[in-house]
């Protein structure tokens, strides 16, 4: 059973901030690892994907990720209130297969 | 980019209705399609995956005759509820990817049956 784990928070940041997001998985197998961000009542959107171990940046959102911890995380600078949202962290084994999603962690920005 | 287009938004129907739900990539094409559920605080469960012009293949637990898939063509699938009934009632959504490019996300169904 592959499991995606992610603590379910909220975690809360004054504006500004860095918020720092995890998750740890499974599948020794996994080969590709996304960062989803999900608002109430809406679908999920791709914030980052990262397929080699180290760190990926895009923006204000690095991704960061070791094989060998099973873990990758996300980092947001200068977190805003706009990015408050719970963030689906999502790992696949290859670029065919299904992802497997964790359960999300809650993200609430403060002015 | 990766423009997935689902429709209809928003469902409200009688029990024993069957409800279709479409989802469309508008700028590219979708070699296989994904439709998940969601209930309220929950992570996205797989329902199914389709791929252009081949049965989808069903997760555990997901009846295939009361989920009716179609992929009739590179751009296009539907999910059909069949006789739904109040426990039918969920956040529906599709995805779809183009060969190993990451999976685009419509906006979803939100289905509630009376």
């Known amino acids: 059973q592959k499991e995606v784990e992610q603590n379910s928070g909220p975690l809360s940041v004054p504006e500004g901030a860095i918020a720092s997001l995890n998750c740890t998985y499974s599948?020794?197998?996994?080969?590709?690892f996304f960062w989803y961000r999900q608002y109430s009542g809406k679908s999920p959107e791709l914030i980052m994907s990262?397929?080699?171990?180290g760190d990926k940046e895009d923006g204000r959102f690095t991704a960061q990720l070791n094989k060998a911890s099973q873990y990758v995380s996300l980092l947001i600078r200068d977190s805003q209130p706009s990015d408050s949202a719970t963030y689906l962290c999502?790992?696949?084994?290859?670029?065919?297969?299904?992802?497997?999603f964790g359960k999300g962690t809650m993200l609430l920005v403060s002015p | 980019g990766a423009v997935v287009s689902q429709h209809p938004s928003w469902v409200i129907c009688k029990s024993g209705t069957s409800v279709k739900i479409e989802c469309r990539s508008l700028d590219f094409q979708a070699t296989t399609m994904f439709w998940y559920r969601q209930f309220p605080k929950q992570s996205l469960m797989l329902m199914a995956t389709s791929n252009e012009g081949s049965k989808a293949t069903y997760e555990q637990g997901v009846e295939k005759d009361k989920f009716l898939i179609n992929h009739a063509s590179l751009t296009l699938s539907t999910l059909t509820v069949t006789s739904a009934h109040p426990e039918d009632s969920s956040f529906y959504i599709c995805?779809?990817?183009?060969?190993?490019?990451?999976?685009?996300f419509g906006d979803g169904t939100r289905l509630s049956i009376l």
């Open positions: 995805s779809a990817r183009d060969r190993l490019e990451p999976q685009h």
């Open positions: 999502a790992v696949s084994n290859s670029g065919y297969s299904t992802l497997t």
């Open positions: 990262i397929y080699s171990n």
């Open positions: 599948d020794r197998g996994s080969q590709s």
